[in-house]
């Protein structure tokens, strides 16, 4: 089994851009399939990138994921950040069978 | 539009069983694996495995699902009411949670809608 390893916080101001990075331990990054999950205090997740940079309706175009082989890493980038943005983020991908989680990135807009 | 509740918060000790539902609507229920996904009091998102509700069958694997809850956790479903449920036994205070479903997207890897979240509080 493979880990995702995601930076504990970061924090940027508003209308400024941020990225997630979202590194696979073993495995190539691009095997499978890397989503986003965005969760606020007290809330469900609710999915902001699917299959690696597919944004599900509804989700802001500010919102985009990508990989990168060479580092063999996932991120999210989200642009013109707003306030409404600050909340917990969360990469996933799976294996055979099973899902992993990446540990999670605080996000704060400030 | 497509629903996933669950059922309310529980309160349990230790070496009990729980059992939570998750009733669906809006969707063929059959068409989409359903997931279980918990979290402790502010820890991340940790998943438990899923059930194919068209045939019943489950997966309860993950890397550290040895050591967290496999054999202790049962996921099984009632088509005629669109539910599935999650019946996590032999509880430890460190199974305190909340315990989310989460229903499989276009393919079982993803999931595109999450139920609200139960409360299972370990407590003696």
């Known amino acids: 089994n493979f880990m995702l390893t995601q930076p504990h916080s970061v924090s940027e101001s508003p209308g400024k851009t941020v990225t997630i990075s979202c590194t696979r331990s073993?495995?190539?990054?691009?095997?499978?399939?890397v989503q986003w999950y965005q969760q606020r205090p007290g809330s469900a997740p609710t999915t902001v990138i699917c299959?690696?940079?597919?944004?599900p309706s509804g989700v802001p175009d500010r919102f985009s994921g990508s990989i990168d082989s060479s580092s063999n890493s996932a991120s999210l980038a989200i642009s013109g950040l707003k306030t409404e943005d600050e909340a917990d983020y969360y990469c996933q991908s799976y294996d055979s069978s099973n899902w992993v989680f990446g540990g999670g990135t605080k996000l704060t807009v400030l | 539009q497509v629903q996933l509740v669950q059922s309310g918060a529980e309160v349990k000790k230790p070496g009990a069983s729980v059992k939570v539902s998750c009733k669906t609507s809006?969707?063929?229920?059959?068409?989409?694996?359903i997931h279980w996904v918990r979290q402790a009091p502010g820890q991340g998102l940790e998943w438990m495995g899923w059930i194919n509700p068209n045939s019943g069958g489950t997966n309860y694997g993950g890397t550290n699902s040895v050591q967290n809850f496999q054999g202790r956790v049962t996921m099984t479903r009632d088509t005629s009411i669109s539910t599935v449920y999650m019946e996590l036994s032999r509880l430890k205070y460190d199974d305190t949670a909340v315990y989310f479903c989460?229903?499989?997207?276009?393919?079982?890897?993803?999931?595109?809608?999450w139920g609200q979240g139960t409360l299972v509080t370990v407590s003696s």
């Open positions: 809006g969707y063929t229920f059959t068409g989409h694996y």
């Open positions: 073993s495995g190539s990054i691009a095997s499978n399939y």
């Open positions: 299959d690696d940079n597919q944004r």
């Open positions: 989460a229903r499989g997207g276009s393919g079982w890897y993803q999931s595109d809608y």
